[in-house]
């Protein structure tokens, strides 16, 4: 099912730089789910305007790890840092990275008793202290940049999985992060509907933006990721640039799911 | 799946145009025929039905109009009531009505100053109607309550303004009923939201454990004796010379019981939004009061409508079980209004009267939650 969509773009070049500054650091990250270990020995480092995907069979821990990076989920071991700030119980410290951090889900999660504009403004407005004239001329020009403008009176329900999705990126790009986290973001989408998220996502990436993404799509994978890390059973088991993790992956792990998903 | 066939591709695009649904299948005949004589039985007992109806309903209107006595002759202690007594059983006396309206709809309150009482009701239906429009909806509103409120206690009290003092224990009737029904719903409402948020506070247990143990405590017993532990036993905990009116002790356990089911009524509201509101939320920075009041709440009290409506039309009439603790709400002035001897057994009367008021508000309750949740259901749905 990967595969399935062109992007019709070339590789996006990186926006690394060579001196860039670590984003997200995790450090030998543990995380259980009571007695369940979902996380073991996580290790990463997302440098400024770097794009990483993730993947990894079912279970195997992506969206716990991602949901670590903003707190939706606290981890128990190892330290993680986010723009140079640690995260730690304080709540200021987590209020701080959340600002920094712009997330979408696979169900989208849009607020369905507001509308398409409202969903946008809501946080600028409440969280950022931004007028709500500005904010609102903010969440259009983020709109139009999702192509969805002329939506912006509807409500959520009203909308497409797709268009729904869009706004859900342009929600969280009104809150100016520096980072966004992707869980699955075309997982709930029909097919016809992936291409135009993707799309988004990836003009995006061509904006210097840095991304940590979830995702099956290998096509995303390989236009626009500068690394692409695998991860089987909690574990970190493969990281490396996509030319070298679909061409010569090292482990049978990696191996095994590429055949898997790829279809061969 | 196999191709459609170019064969059916084309019977399809033909039957594609649109015919006109067949007559005889709408219109009121097609409805009777489909349901009330679609067979003999049904048809059997749609005239039994009927019957039955329309017997009743003749019955009636000859008992409450065309055999009713409208007016009796004398008042007050040298009334006549002979006619009345004379057609009890087929003629409804409504002569009672005439001469008691006014005790039953404000008590023992000063037959001259009932102006007071009245003005009241009237603020109170005015603060109902303003609060009802969603284009008042704004910060406002609460100033226009405590306003209101104000006014309200003034009217009653009096002693101001030139307005002679009456003292609460006159105080009776339709206002008592308002007076609860309202700073119940008022008081409770809030404290139920409170409550229920409290109770799914896994990271504080001993606020989750006081929210556990007030609801189940107070939906535990009946609000009757809530009542008789607010009048007997609350004053006996209160120190010396201290004294809390009966009305307001009343009020109180009022406002407790109404507030333990209502938060159980919101409680269900909060469980019915998805986690993913709250990680949205969560993501986006907001603090644990915005997520609740401007994400959580506005969906969850939608969906509760139509339980809280509910609760608040059951908490209406059930003020009305402050009589035994000695409060002349307006079901009190009504059971009162008969106990003279010349009115004695023409309860049912006074009682179709002052249920007649009952109906008329909580109907509006139930016709405004139906109303305002279509309207907030406009635009939302697919
Ligand atoms: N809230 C939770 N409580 C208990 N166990 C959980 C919870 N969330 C996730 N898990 C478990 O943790 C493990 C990792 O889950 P996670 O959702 O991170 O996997 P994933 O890689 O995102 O999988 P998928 O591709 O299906 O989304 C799974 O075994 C899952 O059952
Ligand atoms: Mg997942």
Redesign the interface.
Known sequence: MAEVVELGKVQVRSAVQPDAQPMIELRKVNKWFGALHVLRDVSLTVRERERVVVCGPSGSGKSTMIRCI?R?ETHQEGEIIVDGIKLTDDLRNI?AI??E???V?Q?F?????LTILENCT??PI??RKMPKKEAEELAMEFLTRVRIPEQAK??P??LSGGQQQRVAIA??LC?RPKIMLFDEPTSALDPEMIKEVLDVMVELAESGMTMVVVTHEMGFARTVADRVVFMDRGEVVEVGPPKDFFGNPRSDRLRTFLSQILGH | MTPPSAEAATLGSASAIDRRRPSFAIGPIAWLRANLFSSWLSTAVTLALAYVLVSWTLSFVNWAVVNAIWDVPGTGQQVDTSACRAARGEGACWALIGEKYRFILFGLYPFDEQWRPALVVVIFVALYVISAMRRFWRKELALIWLVALSVIGVLMWGGVFGLPAVEQERWGGLVITLILATFGIAFAFPLSILVALGRRQTSMPAVKALCVVYIELIRGVPLISLLFMASVMFPLFLPEGMNIDKLLRAQIAIILFAGAYLAEVVRGGLQAI?K??Y?????????YW?KTG??IL??AL?ISIPPLVNTFIGMFKDTSLVLIIGIFDLLNTAKTSVIEPAWQGFGVEAYLFVAAIYFVFCFAMSKYSQDLERE?DK????
């Open positions: 903003n939706l209020d959340r600002r951090v712009g997330m889900f169900s999660n849009l607020f369905p008793h809501l946080a409440w969280v509807k409500y329900g009203q929600r969280a809150m | 998805p993913g509101q990680e949205a939320a969560d993501a986006l920075g907001l603090t915005q401007l994400i506005p969906q939608k907030l635009g939302r749905k697919r």
